[in-house]
Nanobody, 118 residues
């Protein structure tokens, strides 16, 4: 059984910072792409950032320059440092990972709420 557990959400004022973390646990052989997605009320889930096992990153245009994704392959964790937060960043943030067990499966975390007040 593989699980992704997120932490670090909360309420912050505009211009502030938050750091999200996600830890994968269970019978994991390796982890390929890891990432963060978000879903605001009434909107579709959208990609925020991804990072490959080799460290290559990709960001949504709306967060580029403000958010930084990183991972620790030895600990099976991925983090998202969010700076200069805006009210438009308010959403539930989900961790995502392509995990190799007997096959490659995509797993999602339960989500963590980030609320940015103006």
């Amino acid at each position: 059984q593989v699980q992704l557990v997120e932490s670090g959400g909360g309420l912050v004022q505009a211009g502030g910072s938050l750091r999200l973390s996600c830890a994968a646990s269970g019978s994991i052989f390796s982890i390929n792409l890891m990432g963060w997605y978000r879903q605001a009320p009434g909107k579709q889930r959208e990609l925020v950032a991804t990072i490959s096992s080799g460290g290559s990153t990709n960001y949504a245009a709306t967060v580029k320059g403000r958010f930084t994704i990183s991972r620790d392959n030895a600990k099976n964790t991925v983090s998202l440092q969010m700076n200069s937060l805006k009210p438009d960043d308010t959403a539930v943030y989900y961790c995502n990972a392509a995990i190799v067990t007997s096959r490659i499966y995509t797993y999602w975390g339960q989500g963590t709420q980030v609320t940015v007040s103006s």
